[in-house]
């Protein structure tokens, strides 16, 4: 099993920044890819950035590349999401989730992210 908590979410005024934290517990060998995700009021959840656990490749949705970067820090087994230059369509409660071995996906609890214009 593999624990994640997220922290770090807030109201922010358009064109702020913010930095999401990820921190996972349990099991934290059997992570390869720790990703965020995002779902807005009446929409689908939808990727956000992706990072490799051992060898830091990343990705991102077009929505927010060039704006974000996701990182981690392995001694803390924490993954971060800073944001910047945020916009009201950034609005949205971000979840990490860590993919494991044997196909197992975890959850955090997610945390709220409100960009006012």
């Known amino acids: 099993q593999v624990q994640l908590v997220e922290s770090g979410g807030g109201l922010v005024q358009a064109g702020g920044s913010l930095r999401l934290s990820c921190a996972a517990s349990?099991?934290?060998?059997?992570?390869?890819?720790m990703k965020w995700f995002r779902r807005a009021p009446g929409k689908e959840r939808e990727f956000v950035a992706a990072?490799?656990?051992?060898?830091?490749?990343?990705s991102y949705a077009d929505s927010v590349k060039g704006r974000f970067t996701i990182s981690r820090d392995n001694a803390k087994n924490t993954v971060y999401l800073q944001m910047n230059s945020l916009k009201p369509e950034d609005t949205a409660v971000y979840y990490c989730a860590a993919a494991a071995s044997f196909g197992d996906i975890y959850w955090g609890q997610g945390t709220q992210v409100t960009v006012s214009s």
């Open positions: 990072l490799t656990w051992s060898g830091g490749s990343t």
């Open positions: 349990g099991r934290t060998f059997s992570i390869y890819t």
